[in-house]
C-alpha cells in the first residue's frame, strides 16, 4: 500500500519560513517525480514545485519561485518543501504527489497524500 505523508505545516506570520516534508512508504520514491500542490480555500487544486527522480533539476510556479525550494532525500524515501518569507496568499493546504511523467498537471499525478495546511498571517 502506497502512503504519502505530508507534515510541518502550521500557522506562521507573513515573511516568515515553514519547512514540509513528504514521507513515502509502499513507494520507492527515488522512482518517480515528486510535485508538491496546494489549494487554498475556494479555489482549484494548483501546481507548486516539482523535483526529478534524482533531484538534478526543479520547476516552479512562478507565484512562488525564489521563495520555495524543493528537495529530496532518497535514501530516506522523503521530499521537502522549504518556504520563505511566506505571504496570506500562500495561505493553503499543501500536497503531495507522485507521478511517472512529471508535468505541471495534477491528472499526471498518481498518488498523493492528505495534505497539511499552512496559514501565514499578515
Known amino acids: 500500500q502506497v502512503r504519502l505523508v505530508e507534515s510541518g505545516g502550521g500557522l506562521v506570520q507573513a515573511g516568515g519560513s515553514l519547512r514540509l516534508s513528504c514521507a513515502a512508504s509502499?513507494?520507492?520514491?527515488?522512482?518517480?517525480?515528486v510535485g508538491w500542490f496546494r489549494q487554498a480555500p475556494g479555489k482549484e487544486r494548483e501546481f507548486v514545485a516539482r523535483i526529478t527522480r534524482n533531484g538534478s533539476i526543479t520547476f516552479y510556479a512562478d507565484s512562488v519561485k525564489g521563495r520555495f525550494t524543493i528537495s529530496r532525500d532518497n535514501a530516506k524515501n522523503t521530499a521537502y518543501l522549504q518556504m520563505n518569507s511566506l505571504k496570506p496568499e500562500d495561505t493553503a493546504v499543501y500536497y503531495c504527489?507522485?507521478?511517472?511523467?512529471?508535468?505541471?498537471?495534477?491528472?499526471?499525478?498518481?498518488?498523493w497524500g492528505q495534505g497539511t495546511r499552512v496559514t501565514v498571517s499578515s
Open positions: 504527489a507522485t507521478s511517472s511523467v512529471g508535468t505541471t498537471r495534477n491528472r499526471d499525478y498518481d498518488y
Open positions: 509502499g513507494r520507492t520514491l527515488g522512482n518517480y517525480v
